[in-house]
């Protein structure tokens, strides 16, 4: 029954991408499978009311996601600001 209902909304989002603010395949994508795996996972329904509502579990978790990716990239090139002589190109 999973994967009928998956098959659905699987069709579904490529009818809805017709639509220009839907059009980003990939991301409507993602959000379905984060949707549907947080509602397995939990056995929670979409339905549910308040914080362990499944779709809002998964938005939380993508936003806290690409919150901890930028802080990475951040750090990340923080560390490496200060160059060694030896990766410094020569003047020309």
């Known amino acids: 029954m ?3 209902c998956v098959g659905i909304g699987s069709a579904a989002m ?8 839907l059009s980003a395949i990939p991301a409507i994508v993602w959000g379905f499978a984060s949707t549907v795996g947080t509602t397995i996972a939990t056995g929670k329904s979409i339905t549910t009311l308040g914080l362990e509502n499944p779709g809002l579990v ?3 978790a993508m936003v806290l996601g690409g919150c901890f990716g ?7 090139e923080a560390l490496c600001k200060g ?4 990766t410094e190109k020569p003047a020309i």
């Open 58 to 60: 998964a938005a939380a």
């Open 2 to 4: 999973a994967a009928i």
């Open 14 to 21: 490529v009818q809805a991408s017709k639509i220009p603010l």
């Open 70 to 76: 930028l802080v990475s990239e951040l750090w990340g």
């Open 83 to 86: 160059t060694s002589p030896a």
